[in-house]
């Protein structure tokens, strides 16, 4: 089912989906959490380091599990996923270092890192709560727009749009990684429940489109409506813009 929440800006919508995950670990000490990368998030990992500074909640029992990496960037170059979790979140709360885990990017031998990646996510036994952004092809995690939906980790060429998007954080287009690991859809979708973030009007229409057009490879997150549990999704107006005119009623304000 997924629920679509109004927020105006995008520091109410980072509010909103850090306290979903909040309640989950003052629930659940030992929680499995599903972490992306890339801009979206950036202000709700923010509010989840205000939360474990003010004793509100605590990462000592949590195992994550992130979405992606770049194939070639060591886990200490600055563009690398690695190197933004620890940035953003990782080096800011009680996480034991042993317990967060990323595919690594430096793999000489990438099939046998894409299958030690299935078995890192198998052996969590059940992520509690997946983080998705969305790219502007409807990418979740790096799964690009594709014939079909991948369903254990994959290693995938990323599509120019992708590497457009991204390129704002490196020096040239030319430096951008070409290739990324990433969790397969089918493996997103075992997870017991999902909340996206997004913002700005350059994802007004993709997301309208995952959750209201069709469901189809073409548009990756698209899959999102036939997940099993909760999709929460928090959105600022901006990225809200095209399913407010078009569907008000899906909104919760
Ligand atoms: C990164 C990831 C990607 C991003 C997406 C949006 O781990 O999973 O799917 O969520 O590319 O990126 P931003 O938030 O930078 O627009």
Redesign the pocket.
């Known amino acids: 089912m997924i629920r679509i929440y109004y927020s105006k800006t995008q520091k109410e919508a980072a509010e909103k989906c850090a306290n979903v995950i909040a309640e989950l670990l003052k629930k659940k000490k030992d929680a499995v959490l599903g972490f992306?990368?890339?801009?979206?998030?950036v202000m709700m990992y923010r509010e989840l380091i205000n939360k474990c500074e003010a004793g509100e909640i605590s990462f000592e029992g949590v195992k994550t599990v992130?979405?992606?990496e770049y194939v070639g960037l060591s886990a200490d170059h600055d563009q690398s996923?690695s190197y933004f979790m620890h940035d953003n979140l990782f080096n800011h709360i009680n996480i034991k270092e042993e317990n967060t885990n990323l595919p690594d990017g430096l793999a000489t031998d990438l099939e046998a890192e894409r299958r030690r990646y299935d078995g890192v996510i198998e052996s969590m036994g059940g992520i509690d709560i997946q983080v998705?952004?969305?790219?502007h092809n409807g990418?979740?995690?790096?799964n690009e727009p594709a014939d079909s939906f991948s369903k254990g980790t994959a290693l995938v060429d990323l599509t120019k749009s992708?590497i457009d998007?991204n390129s704002r954080f490196f020096e040239s287009p030319d430096d951008v990684p070409r290739r990324a690991l990433t969790m397969g859809i089918g493996q997103i979708m075992q997870a017991k429940k999902i909340v996206m973030v997004a913002n700005g009007t350059a994802k007004a229409a993709i997301l309208e489109d995952a959750f209201f057009g069709e469901v189809s490879p073409k548009n990756p997150a698209s899959i999102l409506q036939f997940f099993k549990g909760e999709v929460d999704v928090f959105l600022d107006e901006e990225a809200l813009s095209l399913i407010m005119e078009r569907h008000p009623e899906a909104v919760i304000k």
């Open positions: 992306a990368t890339g801009s979206s998030p992130n979405l992606d996923f998705l952004g969305i790219g990418h979740i995690g790096f992708t998007a």
